[in-house]
């Protein structure tokens, strides 16, 4: 029925404006109108209004090829962007030093970043062999049960040992203290 509707409007419509006015009211939408709108039938009726159909024709082609690339960033977007490697769930490190700071995170697929509180922990080199020498530990719990003993077990070079039991917010931790052993590890 939408194919009969459109062919009687390419034989009467006397305007662009009528033409795409009507084109849009039956299919409904800018992506069905692209794809009638490479069709020869309408690029003909489309060149028979002059500058103005073959300015309509290029806009609908480079919409069409607009919409091509967005699709294809779109879909390409998770490779681009992988999620982030989660921390074990066990920790022992000596601690360097620490500071508070915030940090921006973007929670979900939201575009707009949020600043929230951060400790971070520089650790020696040999403790966290791999990726950067510190620990950002963002959990508010987490945060208050560490800041005082931070001062404590670095003055000592003792070891912390951080289990978390459970993920996300409602986790829990324990927390050991452990003297440093005559070889260091």
Do not use: C
Request: no cysteine; net charge negative.
């Amino acid at each position: 029925m939408v194919l009969q509707d459109i062919a009687a409007l390419l034989g009467r419509a006397t305007s662009i404006d009528e033409l795409v006015g009507g084109l849009l009211e039956r299919v409904g939408s800018t992506e069905a109108l692209t794809r009638l709108a490479t069709g020869e039938e309408l690029q003909a009726k489309l060149a028979s209004f002059g500058d103005v159909g073959q300015l309509v024709s290029s806009l609908v082609r480079e919409n069409a090829r607009l919409s091509d690339q967005l699709e294809e960033l779109t879909s390409s977007f998770q490779t681009f962007r992988p999620m982030k490697g989660r921390s074990p769930a066990d920790w022992r490190f000596r601690v360097v030093r620490w500071d508070l700071h915030t940090m921006p995170i973007r929670p979900g697929d939201r575009v707009e970043e949020q600043l929230i509180p951060a400790l971070r922990i520089w650790v020696p080199l040999e403790d966290k062999p791999d990726g950067t020498p510190y620990w950002d530990v963002t959990g508010s719990r987490i945060i208050a049960l560490l800041t005082p003993l931070l001062p404590k077990v670095a003055a000592a070079g003792a070891f912390l040992h951080i289990v978390q039991h459970g993920a996300g917010p409602g986790s829990s931790y324990t927390v050991t203290v452990e003297a440093p052993s005559p070889t260091g590890q």
